[in-house]
């Protein structure tokens, strides 16, 4: 663990930086990956499931035989469990909807917007050591609020070449359509121009590690929007005197046991708060069935005296976490300081792990201090705005003079003459 006692405020931005790959490495995979698949589709995804997953897979596309049989490998306790969670994941998203407001900005000019479902959407499911169904739910549940028509799913497959029981009952329950084995850029790489299986879709959802983000981000130059870049996963705790340190250390570990490339930061003002939970998190790691990859993680996070809890928001701000947790007394007092944040958590009580999994928010969230221009998935994230405007023909005498005179400022005289000719 990386340890600052007042670091000052010229050091601040070296301690908001974030470990990364060698970009050079990253980028050259990614086009290398994004070739092979359009040229030989299927083939090319068999491949890299070998070559990337050791997993052998003949056909691609999950069987409804295989769904069925993931249902009744998993406890009834935990389908409760996911049920209770989409539930509230459904409550809160639900609440997002709009009704069509018209507005008239001129007499006799209305003006209104509509939402329209992005049809297509693929939703990229991490796999491998920790298989996130959750993240099923929190993206195919907004999907189906917001009406799309497809949900296509990709995920990596074991070595066995099965998907994880639970990803495939959070599927069939939340309503997707369509479920692949393929993981990492090639699955992205899948969705963005479809291949014999696989269907090409308008937009790509879904964490992942640097590789997806990257291949994310160079989908887009086909055509293929995304959610945002939700890469490794982060977490800042800002603590003051009554923060419990045993809470803290476990929000801390909590993520850290995502990955190797994760990344925590603990903050606070009281000495005695710091040095018990640094040996707190020493502690509570070694009870990890991952605390091989929560000690990686640690290597790259910081644990950080300061002076103050306004030099503390302020230094969240310039990092912007995915989520940010404030153990602070008073904390509605704080919350109009936070500026960039994914998702906040208040008070002892609000771990972090109830946001990922079942108070009802989304846990895709912009990491890599992207919170600074960025929102999390919401019920918005699967819509379309399309605006409409009726002007009657008083509505284009009232306003015709204004269109006329600035269409005409700007050297655009057809744009005048529409105008024009219905006014004469």
Known sequence: MKIYRYPTKDSWKDLAKRPVLEQKEISGLITEIFAEVEKNGDKALIEFNKKFDKAET???????????????????ELKQAIQQAKENISTFHASQKQEIQKIETTKGVVCWRENRAVERVGIYIPGGTAPLFSTVLMLAVPANLAGCKEIVLCTPPDQDGNINPAILYAAKLCGVS???????????????????????????????????????????????????????????VIADEQAVPEFCAAD???????????????????????????STVEQQIKELPRNEFAAQALENSSFILINTLKEAL????????????????????????????????????????????????????????????????????????????????????????????MAEAEGLFAHKNAVSIRLK
């Open 58 to 76: 003949s056909i691609l596309k999950v069987s409804e035989i295989e769904i069925k049989e993931a249902e009744n490998q998993i406890q009834d």
């Open 178 to 236: 369509e479920i692949f084995k393929t993981g990492g850029a090639q699955a992205v790489a899948a969705m963005t121009f479809g291949t014999e299986s696989i269907p090409a879709v308008n937009k790509i959802f879904g964490p992942g590690n640097q590789f997806v983000v990257a291949a994310k981000e160079y989908a887009q130059r086909y055509g293929v929007a995304i959610d945002m870049p939700a890469g490794p996963s982060e977490v800042l």
């Open 252 to 278: 801390l570990l909590s993520q850290a046991e995502h990955g190797s490339d994760s990344q925590v930061v603990f903050i606070t003002t009281d000495l005695k708060v710091f040095n018990e939970t640094i």
């Open 314 to 405: 302020e230094f969240s701000n310039l990092y912007a976490p995915e989520h940010l947790i404030l153990a602070i007394n008073d904390f509605e007092k704080y919350i109009p300081e936070v500026q960039n944040a994914g998702s906040v958590f208040l008070g002892n009580y609000s771990c972090e792990s109830a946001g990922d999994y079942a108070s009802g928010t989304n846990h895709t969230l912009p990491t890599n201090g992207y919170a600074k221009n960025y929102s999390g998935v919401s019920l918005d994230s699967f819509v379309k705005k399309i605006t409409f405007q009726q002007l009657s023909r008083e509505g284009l005498q009232n306003l015709g003079k204004t269109i006329e005179l």
